[in-house]
T-cell receptor
Framework: GDSVTQMEGPVTLSEEACLTINCTYTATGYPSLFWYVQYPGEGLQLLLKATKADDKGSNKGFEATYRKETTSFHLEKGSVQVSDSAVYFCALWSSQAGTALIFGKGTTLSVSS | GAGVSQSPSNKVTEKGKDVELRCDPISGHTALYWYRQSLGQGLEFLIYFQGNSAPDKSGLPSDRFSAERTGGSVSTLTIQRTQQEDSAVYLC??????????FGDGTRLSIL
C-alpha cells in the first residue's frame, strides 16, 4: 500500500543553519504531497503542498519540490530560527489509496540560539 | 475565521470508563476525519465522514470505538471500556472533499 518514509530525528541545529528533512513516498497513481508542522501542545498545521510532479510548495521560508523520478518531497529551509522548533510530518493523499492522509512518523527539529 | 475546535483539550479517566470526544469542524467543510497520535505509532487514521455518513471506518482499532456526526457538522468519537493502550492524542480534521485537511489542537486522553 501507499506509504511515506521520512528521516528519523531529532534534528538539532543552530540558528541560521540550513535544514533538510528527507521524505520519500510509495504510491499508486499520482498523489498530492504535503508537509504539516506541529508546534508543542498544538495540532497540525499545513505548511506547504504540491499536487503534481515538479511543483514546488513554499511557505514561511520553507520549500519542497515534488520529484516523481525519485519519489521524494524533501523539506528545505536556508536559515532556521528558534521559532521553527517543532515536529514536521510529510504526508500524501491519493484518491486511489482512500480518503485519509498517509503520514510519515514525523521529524523533531530543535533549533538553539 | 474559526478553525477546527476539539473538546475537551485534556481528559483523564480510569480504565474501564467510557469517554466522548467532540469535534466542531470548520463551517462548510463536508469532510471530517479522526486520527490518533501516539508515541511509537505516529499518526493513525481512524474514521472519515462525508456529511453524516462514514464511508471509511477502516482505521477504528476495535468495536469499543465508534463515531457519529450529526447535521453534517459536529462529530463525537466514543471509546467504551477504555484501556491503557487507548491513551493518545486524538486529532480531528476537516476539509472540502479533496482539499487539504485542517486540524484541531486535539484531545489528550490519559487512561489511568
Amino acid at each position: 500500500g501507499d506509504s511515506v518514509t521520512q528521516m528519523e530525528g531529532p534534528v538539532t541545529l543552530s540558528e541560521e543553519a540550513c535544514l533538510t528533512i528527507n521524505c520519500t513516498y510509495t504510491a499508486t497513481g499520482y498523489p498530492s504531497l504535503f508537509w504539516y508542522v506541529q508546534y508543542p501542545g498544538e495540532g497540525l498545521q499545513l505548511l506547504l503542498k504540491a499536487t503534481k510532479a515538479d511543483d514546488k510548495g513554499s511557505n514561511k521560508g520553507f520549500e519542497a519540490t515534488y520529484r516523481k523520478e525519485t519519489t521524494s518531497f524533501h523539506l528545505e529551509k536556508g536559515s532556521v530560527q528558534v521559532s521553527d522548533s517543532a515536529v514536521y510530518f510529510c504526508a500524501l493523499w491519493s484518491s486511489q489509496a482512500g480518503t485519509a492522509l498517509i503520514f510519515g512518523k514525523g521529524t523533531t527539529l530543535s533549533v538553539s540560539s | 475565521g474559526a478553525g477546527v475546535s476539539q473538546s475537551p483539550s485534556n481528559k483523564v479517566t480510569e480504565k474501564g470508563k467510557d469517554v466522548e470526544l467532540r469535534c466542531d469542524p470548520i463551517s462548510g467543510h463536508t469532510a471530517l476525519y479522526w486520527y490518533r497520535q501516539s508515541l511509537g505509532q505516529g499518526l493513525e487514521f481512524l474514521i472519515y465522514f462525508q456529511g453524516n455518513s462514514a464511508p471509511d471506518k477502516s482505521g477504528l482499532p476495535s468495536d469499543r470505538f465508534s463515531a457519529e456526526r450529526t447535521g453534517g457538522s459536529v462529530s463525537t468519537l466514543t471509546i467504551q471500556r477504555t484501556q491503557q493502550e487507548d491513551s493518545a492524542v486524538y486529532l480531528c480534521a476537516s476539509s472540502f472533499p479533496g482539499q487539504p485537511q485542517h486540524f484541531g489542537d486535539g484531545t489528550r486522553l490519559s487512561i489511568l
